[in-house]
């Protein structure tokens, strides 16, 4: 068996996606995600450049060679671009291998751990009584678990607040608009959110909150320890995690279960924080962290050190991400939670697939592979459009952490 072909797609059917098909002399064909929010086109050169070339006339079936060849074979090593690219590869083999022996990728990650896995949506509201609202709605949808944002008095502008409550996209058409950010206002405003949902729905409900990397270890500490008596799920992306080390401060102070790594790429991202047990949940995503292959390493490693997984599910990444995350989630044993923001109608159009939702649980189906497909027809319908993320700035104009 020999990969004849491969082919690039980049289509916005509400958002940018990346989109790689493997084609093989046996007439299977498999997909792989390899987008990357406001830098698509540079995934794009990447694998059109040096991947593709590189591919042609290899055995599909040789997945843990070719990753290692892609990683290993490259000097310039890591990054999200270099990793998406490789991600893509590796989904699409996945794919592959499932069709050809007529099984879920699932069963080839070791056969189901669990019957569905547990997702969270994305509530938002510009008041707290706004977010409460939404939330409800949510739970009302089935959710267990709900992801909850509010506005902030004093600032025009903060991430997670959308109009568009079900399938919020925080990029921006054009250039990157400019916000302005407060710690010291976003602070003292957020408890009172969470006194606010409990009061309203009680103990029950799982409850998630992300800070978006906008604080110092100390005041994270704060906050994870103001906000102990609401019990959250995970207080998400407290600091910047280029410094690993700042976890160590945090969770010092706090016993606030916490969540990082949706910006991650390889192990290294979160070596430190995995062997001494500064988080609860790694939130590397499939398509960011280099494909299943080495996601399955990391994932094993982190159950050693009772660290669970909570994959990045936003709509920056495709509907072919999400049904390679919910293969991976269901199969392995230290699972904890998946993202689940929904795409657009124009989306799920173009990327036909087979897994569900129902009662807050995602399934993926048993269609063989990943269980997915692309229309390339109708996502010619939806060229590319230019879109960044805000870029974020203090009261006084420093560029700070979006």
């Not at 699972?335 to 697939?353: A, L, N, S």
Request: net charge negative.
């Amino acid at each position: 068996m020999k990969i004849t072909d491969a082919k690039v797609f980049v289509t916005s059917p509400g958002r940018n996606f990346v989109t790689l098909k493997i084609y093989t002399d046996q007439g299977v064909y498999g997909l792989g995600d390899g987008t990357v929010n406001g830098r698509e086109l540079a995934v794009v050169s990447y694998l059109e450049d040096h991947v593709i070339p590189c591919l042609i006339g290899r055995d599909p079936q040789q997945i843990e060679d070719i990753w290692q060849y892609f990683y290993r074979g490259v000097y310039w090593r890591r990054g999200p671009i270099t990793m998406a690219a490789i991600a893509a590869v590796d989904m699409a083999l996945w794919d592959i291998k499932g069709k050809m022996l007529n099984t879920p990728v699932y069963n080839l990650l070791g056969g189901k751990s669990r019957e569905a896995v547990m997702v969270y949506g994305h509530a938002n509201g510009i008041e707290i009584s706004e977010t409460v609202e939404e939330a409800g709605r949510y739970l009302d949808m089935g959710y267990q678990a709900v992801r909850v944002q509010t506005g902030v008095p004093g600032l025009e502008e903060v991430y997670g607040i959308s109009k568009d409550k079900l399938f919020y996209e925080p990029a921006k058409k054009g250039l990157p608009p400019e916000y302005r950010w407060s710690t010291e206002k976003y602070l003292a405003h957020i408890p009172k959110l969470f006194q606010e949902l409990r009061d309203t729905y009680g103990s029950d409900p799982h409850l998630l909150h992300d800070c978006h990397h906008r604080l110092t270890p100390i005041e994270a500490a704060r906050l994870g320890k103001e906000l102990e008596p609401y019990h959250l799920f995970w207080l998400e992306d407290t600091v910047p995690a280029e410094l690993q080390e700042g976890f160590r401060i945090i969770r010092q102070h706090t016993t606030t279960p916490l969540a990082v790594g949706e910006v991650f790429n390889t192990v290294w991202d979160a070596h430190i924080l995995i062997t001494e047990q500064l988080i609860d949940y790694l939130r590397m995503a499939i398509v960011h962290g280099g494909g299943l292959t080495p996601m399955r390493k990391i994932a094993a490693m982190a159950e050693i050190y009772h660290i669970k997984t909570g994959c990045h599910g936003a709509t920056d990444l495709s509907p072919v991400t999400m049904a390679a995350a919910l293969h991976f989630d269901i199969a392995i044993n230290n699972f904890g939670i998946q993202e689940y923001m929904r795409h657009t109608p124009e989306t799920d159009e173009v990327f036909p697939h087979a897994y569900t939702f129902s009662k807050g649980y995602l399934y993926p189906g048993d269609a063989p592979g990943l269980g997915i497909d692309f229309n390339e027809e109708l996502a010619a319908k939806y060229p590319y459009e230019r879109a960044y993320l805000p870029v974020n700035r203090k009261m006084d104009a420093t560029l700070f952490n979006w």
